[in-house]
C-alpha cells in the first residue's frame, strides 16, 4: 500500500518539482497539495495523508503554527519540515511541534524519497546540520536514571532510526510492548516526539550521533 503523501509549499514550481519526482517512486501516492499553512491542516482532514512535506515560510499560517495543529488533531500524521531555512528558531520550533524531521531544500530526491519512507514508519529524519542545531537546546532530564534498563534499550534502537517493529524484532519484544515502552520514554522525558527523545539519547551520551538516514 502506497504512502500517502501531502506537500506544503506555498511556491507553485516547488510543489511542481516534488510531485514529478516523488511521482515516480511506486511506494509514494502524492494526495494533495496546499500553499500555506492554513489548507495544510484543512487538507489532512480531508485527505488522511501519511506523510506532510511542510515548508516553514508560507503566508496565512507558517508551517510551524500548522505542524503544531495538525500534530495535535492528528498524532499518527508524521510531518517532515522541508526548507530552505537553516536556523536555530527554525528547527527547533518545527521538532517541538511535532514534526518527525528535518530536511533542507538541496536534499536529492532519491534521499528525500527515503526520509518520506522513513518517517512513515516512525524513523527520525534529520539533515546532520538541524541535528547540531537542536542539540544545543535538548538539555539532558534531571533525573535520566528513572528510565528502566529496558527503556534505555529501546531509547537506543529509536535513536538509530528504527520503527517500533524493527525495536520489537532487535529486542525480541511485542509490538504493543515497544509502544508503551517508547510512550513511557516520551513521559519520564518530558518530550513530545521520537525526535526529541532521540535527541535526549544523545545528550545522555547512549549513542554518539544522531543525523538523517
Not at 496565512?60 to 537553516?86: C, N, Y
Not at 511535532?98 to 533542507?104: E, K, P, S, V
Not at 535520566?144 to 527503556?151: A, D, G, I, M, Q
Request: aromatic content about 2%.
Amino acid at each position: 500500500m502506497a504512502i500517502r503523501v501531502l506537500i506544503v509549499d506555498d511556491h507553485a514550481v516547488v510543489r511542481q518539482g516534488l510531485k514529478m519526482f516523488l511521482a515516480l517512486d511506486g511506494e509514494l501516492e502524492i494526495v494533495g497539495e496546499a500553499e500555506n499553512g492554513e489548507q495544510a491542516v484543512r487538507l489532512c482532514g480531508e485527505l488522511s495523508p501519511d506523510v506532510v512535506l511542510m515548508d516553514l515560510l508560507m503566508p496565512v499560517l507558517d508551517g510551524v503554527s500548522a505542524i503544531a495543529q495538525i500534530k495535535t488533531r492528528w498524532p499518527d500524521v508524521e510531518i517532515v519540515a522541508l526548507t530552505s531555512v537553516l536556523e536555530d528558531s527554525a528547527v527547533v520550533g518545527a521538532v517541538r511541534a511535532g514534526a518527525i524531521g528535518y530536511l533542507l531544500k538541496d536534499t536529492r530526491s532519491d534521499e528525500l524519497c527515503r526520509a518520506i519512507k522513513s518517517a512513515a514508519a516512525g524513523q527520525v529524519q534529520l539533515a546532520p546540520q538541524a541535528a547540531v542545531f537542536l542539540m544545543r537546546e535538548v538539555r539532558a532530564p534531571e533525573a535520566p536514571e528513572s528510565l528502566t534498563e529496558r527503556e534505555k534499550e529501546v531509547l537506543v534502537e529509536l535513536a538509530a532510526g528504527k520503527s517500533n517493529k524493527e525495536i520489537a524484532a532487535a529486542l525480541s519484544l511485542g509490538d504493543k510492548t515497544v509502544k508503551t515502552h517508547v510512550s513511557n520514554i516520551l513521559s519520564k522525558l518530558g518530550v513530545q516526539s521520537r525526535t526529541q527523545a532521540a535527541l535526549h539519547a544523545v545528550r545522555l551520551g547512549l549513542v554518539p550521533t544522531l543525523g538523517a538516514s
